[in-house]
């Protein structure tokens, strides 16, 4: 008798691990900090939002939102997105990078939460945080490539990563040949806008890569401005004295974002605070 | 006389059998863990299993547990190790010689294994550039459990079935700052597990 029910106290705790697991994949259960467990709806997102770009009409004057640094502000994100959409005519918003704080796939999955709040899509570019631990191979997962271009109306934008830290100084990033193709491949001559996280002037930039970088960027005539996130201050400036514009982005804790205008013969980088 | 006799050699044989007894659990070496327990999810593992010992009044546990997470689940594979300690300050009995432990509270130190995983950044960042260390994971959580005695004879003096409600340091922080977008349920998780006593 106490045989038996000691046997029934075994197949019930059996039963109870495998009615735990079948509905484990998400929420409830959580097995590492480090694991990388996405829905197929969270997978592949700049190309799929660069998908739905293409949907929209490019108008004479193209207008987007730069911003940045969502890092562990969750909150002052979500307000971001109340200001994001009250801006007339935006066409998509741009992400600078340092998604997530701590390279964990559930910070990635909280921000993607909050973007999908945006009227329009949106797309990253990779940063430093977003490069710790797992964080690699989650952003590849959930936002693909970390250097990628695409073009909408008058314009090519470009994205690549320069976070040259996290990677020991290597010298292969940020990665300038492909840099170099992407800017060459522009036969229409549209303008050139490159997007990155950390911008050359700053010290997690590769010094060795910085000249070769800013003169690639100057002596390319479609190249007009350059936006970067990173400094969690806005500034901007013709840092090189070299016709390029270098624009920088506040952080969402300092709540902040820049909203770029461009047409044909000239563009505006304003400053908005919400 | 033959009934004192058969008497007298029960009563020895019974006090031999106690003294055996009590001598097998002398000779139990210091070191031999009081019990093992196998957990499922819980942040330290899709399954952790592991040695454990239990303080003379039963109420603090401490386990030393090696868990896993396959690749096909978590979508990398990871190893690691997790320190546990468990407070459990009361044990109801019931019938049938089962029982409740209706409130248990606790901390884990888990240790990720992995070269993308550190404890100490490298000389390449500046002091401080980040503050955590990737490999490292503090974590606390709150649980129940309930419990059966075996019969004595057997190896196996108890079963215990345990539930845990925890979160770690780097998701407290995110909810601490962020009470208007995040609610407890985000950071918290759950974790069943067994605990074999000997």
Not at chain 2, 144 to 162: A, D, F, M, P, S
């Amino acid at each position: 008798m106490q045989k038996n029910s000691n046997k029934s106290f075994v197949i019930h705790i059996i039963l109870l691990f495998l009615v735990a697991a079948s509905f484990s994949c998400e929420g409830i259960f959580q097995f590492n900090p480090n694991q990388i467990t996405l829905k197929e709806s969270e997978k592949n997102l700049n190309a799929k939002n660069v998908e739905q770009i293409h949907q929209r009409t490019p108008g004479d004057t193209l207008r987007f939102i730069f911003m940045g640094d969502t890092q562990r502000w969750y909150d002052e994100s979500s307000d971001f997105i109340k200001s994001a959409n009250a801006q007339p005519g935006v066409d998509f918003v741009v992400h600078a990078g340092d998604i997530s704080d701590f390279g964990l796939s559930t910070e990635f999955k909280w921000i993607n939460k909050i973007m999908q709040k945006l009227e329009v899509p949106y797309v990253t570019v990779v940063g430093n945080h977003d490069l710790v631990a797992n964080g690699p191979i989650v952003y590849e997962q959930m936002y693909g490539p970390m250097d990628y271009a695409f073009e909408f109306g008058n314009n090519k934008f470009i994205f690549i990563n320069t976070n040259s830290r996290e990677y020991q100084f290597n010298g292969l990033v940020p990665n300038l040949p492909w840099l170099q193709s992407e800017l060459r491949d522009n036969p229409d001559n549209k303008n050139a806008i490159i997007m990155a996280h950390a911008p050359p002037f700053d010290s997690d930039f590769d010094p060795k890569l910085q000249a070769k970088f800013t003169d690639m960027l100057a002596q390319d005539p479609n190249v007009r401005f350059t936006l970067y996130g990173h400094q969690h201050t806005f500034k901007d400036g013709e840092y090189y004295n070299d016709g390029v514009h270098y624009y920088v982005t506040t952080s969402m804790g300092e709540r902040g974002y820049l909203l770029v205008t461009s047409w044909n013969d000239g563009y505006k980088v304003e400053r908005i605070t919400y | 006389m033959k009934n004192t006799l058969i008497a007298c050699c029960l009563l020895v044989s019974i006090t031999a059998q106690a003294q055996l007894s009590q001598s097998t659990a002398a000779l139990r070496k210091w070191y031999m863990p009081d019990h093992i327990k196998f957990q499922f999810a819980g942040n330290i593992g899709f399954m952790a299993g592991g040695p454990g010992y239990i303080s003379r009044n039963k109420t603090l546990e401490t386990d030393l547990l090696f868990g896993f997470v396959p690749k096909m689940i978590g979508g990398d594979a990871l190893i690691s190790i997790t320190a546990k300690t468990t407070y459990s300050p009361w044990r109801i009995g019931l019938k049938n010689e089962n029982y409740v432990v209706p409130f248990s509270t606790g901390a884990y130190l888990n240790y990720t294994f992995g070269p993308q995983f550190d404890s100490k950044w490298p000389d390449y960042y500046p002091k401080g550039y980040y503050w955590w260390a990737t490999s490292f994971r503090p974590g606390a959580y709150i649980g129940g459990k309930i419990g059966r005695n075996t019969i004595k004879r057997n190896k196996i003096k108890n079963l215990e079935l345990y539930y845990e409600i925890g979160t770690y340091d780097l998701l407290l922080i995110s909810y601490v700052l962020n009470p208007k977008f995040l609610k407890p349920s985000d950071i918290l998780s759950l974790s069943l597990g067994l605990k074999i006593g000997f």
